[in-house]
């Protein structure tokens, strides 16, 4: 299964590691020091110009525009079928 991270982007649910809030990248020393040393090793995709959300792959990192929420819910949506009995 795949999950759409915005734009034209979408991923295999299953080589997420980490959806993380884009406020820690501005506002957590860690978080970017961890995003700095994995530009040696991983792409880093932008996919707009907004970015509220880092999503962490096996073999890149997106910057999303879309909400951390957002994307949570949609990651739950295609583990939790939804039964519609009318």
């Known amino acids: 299964m795949f999950i759409h991270l915005g734009e034209n ?3 295999p649910i299953d080589e997420i590691i980490a959806i993380l809030d884009g406020q820690l990248y ?3 020393t860690i978080v970017q020091e961890f995003i700095y040393g994995q530009r040696k090793s991983k792409e880093i995709i932008e996919i707009s110009t907004t970015m509220k959300t880092i999503v962490v792959t096996i073999h890149d990192i997106y910057f999303s525009p879309l909400a951390s929420m957002t994307l949570k819910k949609r990651a739950n949506q295609l ?3 939804v039964v519609n009995i009318d």
């Open 9 to 11: 982007v979408v991923v």
């Open 26 to 28: 501005h506002s957590s």
């Open 79 to 81: 583990f939790d079928p």
